[in-house]
């Protein structure tokens, strides 16, 4: 009887279905691990360590897609009638062919290829990174996608532990940051300089390891639907190494063609793969640059200037420059350690259920400096800094700044009669101590020290996830799921000699008075619908609602669509969608006094009082609320063959109540002003900043990109990529003045503020480059255009403003296999040594007349670069680094 009820349960399980098996290989007949394999219906799988795969499908025609990163996509179409079929396949190396891997970012419902999703998604693969010959991920970024901008600001401290990064001209805070479809913490910093992202904090991508990355999706779309608060401009989802292929040592080394900014580092891959589906994969990443230096040199007669400088004795400042060109200021790209420390892996516990986890641990120190501080500028450094019968000639301040950044996350998923379930718990955290030395407490004379420690800041969160989906129907795919999220802000107190009577001297520290821990929670769930209506036409609909504990509710949707015409070789697309962005606790709860150079006035001190401070009510500052946003694209994608794909998008995003760090508002003049001067007089405040929602903006533009693959030259195959993207409008809509502030003539988002939150990125920036591989050698060429930037810096001339001019770097880059396991790659990034170039422009004719008059050019320009310590850059920065050219080579050895 017991034969029989087995036999019967055998022949339900396998009646009318046939096992597809093989191996998948290159032309050398090596293994390919992790190759996809897609039937048209039936469960995807992947290959195994050594090549192998195992289908179970109904009887019938398939079609059986066959796809992995760098190797032609390959379809198989195949009758199955009960007898085990063996299929096996080659692959053939097509470089970056990228538009058919199966991708998890966009939709939570189902998993689809690019051609397939109805929304606009970039795939970067590892090899695509390391081509760049960049040592970061986020400078790699740069280098790979045209939305995406970065670049090291003039005037470091704090801000050289993570550069500022944006997509769609948005921000640092308006892209989701992902690692396996996880949330990753923000950074406790919030950039306060006049710098672009001013106001806002971002998840830090340059402490995630490139050697770890297996590629990056990156959304060009709102998604906040989908995932929650950050994701309106899109989201970045960073795909780390699973199963173990070969493990790997590179080093890395570089120098820029000044012979400064000496980098070396060292990186090791490795793990193991537990039996067919199980792996670990880890990666250690060490790396040490050298201080890169550019200053510019110093004008004597504006030094000397009541108004520009210092009113020094002009024959003084010029013995001291004569001597010192550069009035010994480091204008540089600083020196930095670090040790990055990842870990991603994978544990079947049975046929249905998988355990996976992945944690990365980053340690950072940054080495820079403050504006030196010349004799004629600081008369005495009361003898603490120099020696006793030696020339005092000033004092360069220094900062160091150490950061600790860690995520992990564990989880469990299940797949079980259709249902695939997903639970998971990440947490992370960011924490950031500054030192201050070679420098003095001024107020404090003869008894002040010389090394201080200004506090800094910690941020942490801890996360729960539940996702889940089912194809209910055939072409019909449903989720829903929760998210729970507490988060946690601390300003640290630094020691008492770095901020009383004015604080240590180019980098004051925080009081013990604006120390403080905020915290809070929020809860949120999300319910997608995608519908295959045809195989041509698909529809998706995502619904989301959050509650936070600290400013209330939240509920946005998301509707997109697709249809594919001329037997899937065109693609029409496009998707509307609410979205938000919570304020952040750092921009809730951030108070400080900060150090800022201003036109005309040098360096001073200035209050940022927090958002839910008595003296922000007092000024009529309204508690922050979410940034609501309406975000709409449409596009169509063009792929006649497997070598040739184009994708051309229209974006439009409107953001209602975008949170700013407002402009220092100070006491005015007039009748209007008489309110605001008070509540500033009887709080004793000079100049002061604070949060809020002051701004509705729209932005609009244009995404294409387009690549050319196995062209054959010769011997060789050639690929050609085009891709750029175009800001038609940056605007902003309205401005929203506090009353109290409008009345005294005065606003929170000045033209200073405004430019950096709308013209202060690359107008337009194009990237166009080819890869040629012949045998064992791969050329790679890379040309980069930069659009113009506008800038309007306090103090210069109100009828001027700022532009960087449009330049073309161009990067030369190659590859050779020494021997079977051992590659060498070298790159010469910005081969023609272009720096940033700027003009001022008129922007009336009162501007013309400025321009017309010498002296008038000389004394903004002056103004603009700190009396010429920032000749190339400006103090606020450009489009593109001022280093020039970089040359760069690793040495790869697999085992």
Known sequence: MFIVAVCLVFSFKTYGQTIVQGKVTDKQNNFLPGVSVIPAKGENTVTTATGEYTLTLPNGVHKIVFSMVGYQRITK????????????????????????????????????????????????????????????????????????NTVNTPVNDATSLLDPYEIRNMGPSRTLILINGKRKNSSALTYVQTSPGRGESGADISAIPTDAIKRVEILRDGASAQYGSDAIAGVMNI???????????????????????????????????????????YTIDM????????????????????????????????????????????????????????????????????????????????????????????????????????????????????LKDYNATVGFRNANNGWKTDVSFTTGGNNQLYSVNNTINRGLGTSSPISFKPGGFDFTNNIGNIDISKSVLDGLNVAFGSEFRQETFTIIAGDTASYVAGGADSFPGYGANNAITATRYNIGGYADVGFDITKQFLVNATARVEKYSDFGNAFVWKASTRYKLLDNKFTLRSSISTGFRAPSLQQINLQLAQASFVAGGGIQTKGLVNNNSPQSRLLGVPKLKAEKSL??????????????????????????NRIVLSSEISAGEGEGSAGLNKVLEDNGIVAVSFFV????????????????????????????????????????????NPALIAAAGQTVVDRTQLALLLSSRPKYKVIFGGDYRIGKLSVNLNNTVVGPTTFHQSGIDENLDTKFTTKILTDLGGSITLLKNVNLSVNAQNIFNIV??????????????????????????????????????????????????????SLTVKF
Request: charged share 20%; hydrophobic share 35%.
């Open 77 to 148: 179409t195949v009758t199955l009638s009960g007898s085990t079929l063996v299929l096996n396949v080659q692959l053939e190396d097509s470089g970056t062919q990228l538009h058919e891997v199966v991708v998890s970012t966009g939709s939570r419902s189902t998993r689809r290829t690019l051609t397939d999703s109805p929304v606009p998604i970039d795939i970067i693969g590892s090899s695509d990174l390391k081509s760049t010959g960049q040592l970061t991920f986020d400078k790699a970024l740069q280098s790979k996608v045209p939305s995406f």
């Open 239 to 281: 795909i780390l190494k699973d199963r173990f292929d070969y493990g790997s040592v590179t080093v890395n080394s570089g120098i820029t063609h000044k012979g400064d900014g000496e980098m070396i580092g060292v990186s090791v891959n490795n793990g193991a793969n537990i039996g067919e589906k199980g792996f670990i994969n």
């Open 287 to 402: 790396q040490h640059t050298n201080m890169a230096n550019r200053p510019g040199k110093v004008d004597a007669a504006a030094e000397a200037d009541a108004n520009l400088g210092f009113d020094a004795d002009l024959s003084v400042v010029k013995a001291y420059l004569d001597a010192y060109p550069d009035a010994r200021n480091v204008n540089a790209s600083p020196e930095n350690s670090s040790a990055k420390f990842l870990v991603n892996g994978l544990i079947p516990l049975n046929e249905n259920t998988e355990f996976y986890y992945n944690a990365a641990y980053i340690y950072k120190r940054v080495n820079s400096f403050a504006n030196y501080r010349t004799p004629y500028w600081r008369d005495t450094d009361f003898g603490l800094l120099h020696d006793a019968g030696s020339t005092y000639l000033g004092y360069g301040p220094t900062f160091e700044g150490d």
């Open 631 to 656: 975000n709409f694209t449409a596009g169509l994608g063009l792929s006649p063959t497997d070598n040739f794909s184009m994708t051309l998008d229209f974006y439009s995003i409107r953001v209602k």
């Open 693 to 736: 929602n002051g701004i509705d903006t729209r932005t609009q533009g244009l995404d294409f990109v387009s690549s050319f693959r196995n062209i054959e030259i010769g011997k060789g195959k050639l690929g050609i990529n085009l891709s750029g993207n175009y800001t038609l409008q940056n605007k902003a809509l309205k401005i929203i």
């Open 836 to 889: 940033p170039k700027w003009k001022f422009k008129a922007l009336n004719a009162a501007g013309e007349a400025v321009l017309n008059d010498p002296d008038a050019v000389w004394q903004n320009t002056n103004l603009l670069t700190f009396n010429g310590r920032y000749s190339t850059t400006t103090y606020d920065g450009s489009q593109f680094s001022q280093l020039g050219t970089t040359f760069v080579a």
